[in-house]
């Protein structure tokens, strides 16, 4: 059980262009859920954290109009990047939290913006 | 604001013998969680170990096992016999309550030689 899934596990889009990336808790409804971005040989950072039917809350420095985020239902959350650069190629992770201490990872979503 | 840190970015370790990896972190709290999750080369984030600061028995889940010392905030990771599939990256994570969000440390790069 608990099982988090990312869809594109891989996604290749040209400067400028949007892309939208999805988290799906597959076996249980998540009360929040949590973006990370990893860069190459870094830690993961927090992003932001959403809560279903909430604005979701961002760290300081992201840019919410850019790194958009909507938790709609309680198995699923967007992370939208909007008008990519090159700059914004990562991994992203999300996890989901069913209120405990446990996160669930979901397998991450590479980002190439060329 | 919490922090973790880890001191050692890489480290190896012969197949089967004992490594310890450190981990220290910075808090003002009293209760919170703290976990070891293992990040290999597919990038799916697991969860290796977990402790609750006001339990004062260290964990243990087989061939892992911490040393928590809840005065120094400390809280490294210890793996026997070790295996090639420990051949891996290491984050130490805070958790100040159940439910929020995780603060991870910079990583150790681990590799285990045959």
């Known amino acids: 059980g608990a099982v988090v899934s990312q869809h594109p596990s891989w996604v290749i889009c040209k400067s400028g262009t949007s892309v939208k990336i999805e988290c799906r808790s597959l076996d249980f409804q998540a009360t929040t859920m949590f973006w990370y971005r990893q860069f190459p040989k870094q830690s993961l950072m927090l992003m932001a954290t959403?809560?279903?039917?909430?604005?979701?809350?961002?760290e300081q420095g992201v840019e919410k109009d850019k790194f958009l985020i909507n938790h709609a239902s309680l198995t699923l959350s967007t992370l939208t990047v909007t008008s990519a650069h090159p700059e914004d190629s990562s991994f992203y992770i999300c996890s989901a939290s069913q209120g405990g201490y446990e996160q669930y990872f979901g397998p991450g979503t590479r980002l190439t913006v060329t | 604001a919490q922090t973790v840190t880890q001191s050692q970015p890489e480290m190896s370790v012969q197949e089967a013998e004992t490594v310890t990896l450190s981990c220290t972190y910075d808090?003002?709290?009293?209760?919170?969680?703290l976990f070891w999750y293992k990040q290999p080369p597919s990038r799916q984030m697991i969860l290796v170990i977990r402790?609750?600061?006001?339990?004062?028995q260290n964990a243990t889940e087989n061939r892992f096992s911490v040393n928590f010392q809840k005065a120094a905030k400390s809280f490294s990771l210890k793996i026997s016999d070790s295996q090639l599939g420990d051949t891996a990256m290491y984050f130490c994570?805070?958790?100040?309550?159940?439910?929020?969000?995780?603060?991870f440390g910079g990583g150790t790069r681990l590799m285990v030689k045959p």
């Open positions: 959403s809560n279903e039917g909430s604005k979701a809350t961002y």
């Open positions: 994570a805070f958790m100040i309550r159940a439910g929020n969000m995780l603060t």
């Open positions: 808090t003002s709290e009293n209760n919170y969680y």
């Open positions: 402790q609750e600061a006001y339990k004062q």
